[in-house]
């Protein structure tokens, strides 16, 4: 089964399993994944929301069946030069999604999105950083001196 990540506009409708139309129907069949950041984020709702302990127990239940793909050193360096790309653009983006593109460029996984068309330009540009030749990524354990 292909993989695709969830962004949170779409893992909270599927958890409510509110998701329909073209996106959902693309979805059939794929392994959904989220990301470190999504799943914090939806911690975090639970918690802002106060929600009672039949709906927390219910998103840990739903939670328990998806995988969750961590943020470590090869996703914070792909996370570094996308942010910079944005910066550079005069396009910075919200840190948490630039966090999710991240994960799924380090991935090579699709994200399922509700606002493709704002991210078009985006993704492009997140491909462009990705590919540019000749930038020095420190090696694992070196830091900046």
């Known amino acids: 089964m292909d993989p695709a990540v969830l962004d949170i506009d779409v893992a909270s409708l599927l958890h409510k399993g509110t998701l329909t139309g073209p996106l959902a129907t693309r979805l059939i069949g794929r392994e959904p994944l989220l990301t470190f950041v999504t799943f914090g984020e939806l911690a975090k709702w639970a918690k802002i929301r106060n929600w009672g302990q039949r709906r927390r127990e219910e998103l840990t239940s739903w939670l328990s069946r998806i995988a969750v793909l961590p943020g470590d050193e090869a996703v914070a360096a792909t996370r570094g030069r996308l942010s910079a790309a944005a910066v550079q653009r005069g396009r910075p983006r919200p840190v ?50």
């Open 96 to 145: 948490n999604d630039i966090w999710v593109a991240a994960c799924c460029l380090t991935h090579g996984i699709p994200l399922a999105a509700l606002n493709l068309k704002e991210d078009a330009a985006d993704i492009a540009a997140a491909q462009a950083a990705m590919a540019e030749p000749g930038e020095d990524i420190p090696a694992e354990g070196s830091g900046p001196s």
